[in-house]
């Protein structure tokens, strides 16, 4: 960081920092409050941006919860590429249900997820900086599988997202209780025969 | 309704046609509303269903609403057995998208979707009335399927539920316009795949 400061030449901070800066303090008041308490005076507060640096970089609060949720679930939620892609979509499903059902993070998005539905600015937000983020992650994983042959060539890998991830959503959703090992397992067995 | 007066006896109207009368009115408050609309208070004076009677029936408002949606929703949402499964599935799964993107039953679900996320009361309701009378005849029609062959014997029917209805929930809730005939096509195509 001191070396930064020193190449900024003029004491002020890089631009990534002040980011970090302003998403970290967003995804806690999201994790404590949920998304209604990610406000520009808030996450000013509690940061050292502000809230002019908060208005010119996210043009709405949700749009900064939302990104900051996926930065903050980023390094969960990673998809690690070992080839064998049933036991990599597994693992990530495994530590994507456990982050939904075991800790701050699932109450925060389903909350966002909740908001969404009757904000179209929470919607656009979230579509933006956390939904499609994600798909594009999950699918390069599952392009990756159909170049090395374990997905058949004409296979709509987005569809393949909905029916692991968004399945899996749906019960996190409705049906909590019922997000089992053996539930997650079956998801992914089932997914990638359909996709072969 | 004249006969069933009469068999009554003492001029009561048949409980049967005092719960339609309770669950069409709360129907009709939860699409014009939202969930927060459907109050027993609400109900009860745009019904001819009394308060006592109410209370003695559904536990909570969001019950009654969660049942109201339910019975609304049977007709469009039937799933015709005609032996062709993916001509079934795809046709119901059409009339769903249909109506969740075309009618007021749209916002009224995922309103209602949305409240169980930070309500417990609602997500039990949710869970009880709509969620898993709509998994039975879900799960029913695919069992059917399994055993006439067209499904594997040892598939479990519930995951495929969620990798038909939960996928398309997904988007329906999180990028709604990218719900088109062609992604229906492929869900109920990959889905059946790996099932078979």
Request: proline letters at 4%; one cysteine or more; aromatic letters at 6%.
């Amino acid at each position: 960081m001191t070396a930064q400061l020193a190449r900024s030449g003029r004491g002020r901070r890089p631009a990534d920092e002040v980011r970090r800066d302003a998403l970290d303090a967003a995804a806690r008041l999201l994790l404590e409050q949920g998304v209604a308490g990610v406000t520009y005076d808030r996450v000013a507060a509690s940061s050292t941006v502000s809230r002019t640096t908060l208005y010119k970089w996210w043009p709405s609060a949700a749009a900064l919860a939302a990104e900051a949720f996926f930065t903050a679930s980023e390094p969960e939620l990673e998809l690690v590429d070992t080839g064998d892609v049933r036991a990599d979509l597994r693992a990530q499903l495994g530590a994507f249900a456990d982050l939904m059902l075991r800790s701050p993070a699932g109450p925060a998005l389903r909350g966002l997820i909740a908001a969404a539905q009757s904000d179209d600015a929470v919607l656009a937000a979230l579509q933006e900086h956390y939904v499609r983020p994600r798909r594009r992650i999950g699918g390069a994983a599952l392009e990756r599988a159909q170049q090395r042959g374990q997905l058949a060539a004409g296979v709509d890998v987005q569809v393949v997202v909905d029916q692991i991830w968004g399945a899996c959503y749906y019960r996190l959703l409705t049906e909590p209780d019922t997000v089992t090992t053996g539930y997650l397992d079956a998801l992914v067995s089932q997914a990638l025969r359909g996709a072969r």
